[in-house]
């Protein structure tokens, strides 16, 4: 009886888990060398390339790659850097835009035919980013405030009775100094994560219904799943730009509290 079971729970849907994330590794002996590592090169080197093919060759009237790195440029320096750093938004622009554009592509492989995979759903690869803002704003902090003083004008906003310092300063110091960067990196790789697991979710659907185990029944409910992921995808790519957009806008937020306390 059980002989006679098995390819029917063969058939039965499995709904995809956690281990869509684990890929193993592409070189005998080389644990770190998967493909989210590899993907995470190509998209420093497309970076690489895309900036060297915009900026290079410079022209008075900007045609084809130049136009569209000018157009992207000026959309990270107005809707990025000039609202949050000002006057000092031109010397951070290298930052914010190589941070924009590689956070962007990681993001978009998700959606790439024959990858489809968001590098930035992997914990590493958004807490390494983070971890470098961490360690800037605190170095810029230290350099423009002084030591004491950097710690004191987060910790004791001005304009509050004295006596709420007591609740204010300790719950300003963990978020600002620890919870916000942590939130930074986790922000975009739970949104990466839960999109990419929704996505395989009615993928897998669709073609178990459609082409594993197609029934008058389960027909309608694997056109559904297609449906979906089309749909869904789509919305992807718009939350694929917009949490490098934030990512990068936060960045550009941390950097202009360190380099200027609230007054």
């Known amino acids: 009886m059980s002989a006679a079971l098995t390819p029917l729970a063969s058939e039965e849907f499995q709904a995809p888990g956690l281990g869509i994330f684990d890929w193993p590794p592409l070189v005998q002996g080389q644990a770190w060398f998967n493909k989210p590592a590899l993907l995470a090169l190509i998209g420093s080197l497309l970076v690489i390339v895309l900036v060297y093919a915009s900026f290079s060759r410079p022209k ?61 759903s992997r914990i590493g690869y958004p807490a390494v980013l983070s971890l470098g803002v961490w360690v800037l704003v605190m ?18 906003p001005p304009g509050l009775p004295k006596w709420i310092y007591v609740l204010v300063a300790p719950i300003e110091l963990i978020s600002t100094f620890f919870l916000r960067h942590i939130t930074h990196a986790v922000r975009l790789f739970a949104t990466m994560m839960a999109g990419h697991l929704i996505i395989a979710l009615f993928s897998e659907v669709g073609w178990h219904f459609l082409f594993v185990q197609l029934t008058p029944l389960g027909a309608p409910l694997g056109v559904l799943g297609v449906l979906m992921t089309i749909l869904l995808t789509a919305f992807e790519l718009f939350i694929q730009a917009l949490q490098a957009y934030v990512f990068a806008l936060l960045t550009a937020m941390f950097i202009n509290d360190a380099l200027h306390p609230a007054h």
């Open 60 to 120: 008075l009237v900007p045609r084809g790659m130049q136009n569209l790195g000018e157009m992207a440029y000026e959309f990270v320096r107005e809707q990025v850097a000039r609202p949050n750093l000002g006057k000092d938004s031109d010397r951070w622009m290298p930052l914010l835009f190589t941070m924009f554009f590689f956070v962007w592509i990681m993001n978009l492989f998700g959606s790439v035919i024959f990858i489809q995979f968001p590098v930035m």
């Open 139 to 156: 170095y810029l902090g230290v350099k423009h405030q002084g030591p004491v003083k950097f710690f004191t004008n987060v910790m004791f």
